[in-house]
């Protein structure tokens, strides 16, 4: 059964950075994507970026780019997301997904797993 247990979240000042991690169990990963979404209070689920386990590309939401970076250590099985310059519009529970094949995919109805999720919380 797959297991995906996000940690690293907290309270930071704007400017700041935070780097969450995704630990995921249960399967061989190589043939999957793994995705960070994030939802505010009142707001819906939305995606934030992805990653190609097999290969390491990534694929990100404009939103993201240039500021979050998501990478993956395969011997550890844990998907990162380093956040900079973090903005109190970033202020979100981050949740970390798995989907079978193809990056790119943005709906979170696309991936079949998903972790608990980890507040970020980003302070002016």
């Known amino acids: 059964q797959v297991q995906l247990v996000e940690s690293g979240g907290g309270l930071v000042q704007a400017g700041g950075s935070l780097r969450l991690s995704c630990a995921a169990s249960?399967?061989?990963?190589?043939?999957?994507?793994m995705g960070w979404f994030r939802q505010a209070p009142g707001k819906e689920r939305e995606f934030v970026g992805s990653i190609d386990w097999s290969s390491g590309a990534t694929y990100y939401d404009d939103s993201a780019k240039g500021r979050f970076t998501i990478s993956r250590d395969n011997n550890k099985n844990t998907v990162y997301l380093q956040m900079n310059s973090l903005k109190p519009e970033d202020t979100a529970v981050y949740y970390c997904?798995?989907?079978?094949?193809?990056?790119?995919?943005?709906?979170?109805?696309?991936?079949?797993?998903w972790g608990q999720g980890t507040q970020v919380t980003v302070s002016s």
């Open positions: 997904a798995a989907r079978r094949y193809g990056l790119g995919y943005i709906r979170p109805s696309d991936y079949a797993y």
């Open positions: 249960g399967r061989t990963f190589s043939t999957y994507a």
